[in-house]
């Protein structure tokens, strides 16, 4: 596999998850057994924000030729 295809890939996954994590954090913490109180719901959307910013990072970072900025 390419990297710039890996790089699609994770910054896709971690955008949607990012997405989840902001816009319904009970729902996706649920998932994974965490009952969700007003502090959780605030960290988790804290954390779906950085994980939007790492996507994106990463999806732009996907068409960077130089080594060196990989």
Known sequence: MK???FLSIVGVVAIL???GFVAA?????????????????FMSRLF???????????????NIVDPLGR
Do not use: H
């Not at 954090?25 to 994974?32: N, R, S, T």
């Not at 994980?51 to 994106?56: D, Q, S, T, Y």
């Open 48 to 62: 779906g924000g950085a994980l939007i910013n790492l996507g994106l990072l990463l999806w732009f970072a996907r």
């Open 25 to 41: 954090p009970a729902d996706v913490l649920a998932q994974y057994g965490i009952t969700a109180d007003r502090s959780v719901v």
């Open 3 to 5: 990297l710039s295809t």
């Open 17 to 19: 998850f990012g997405i």
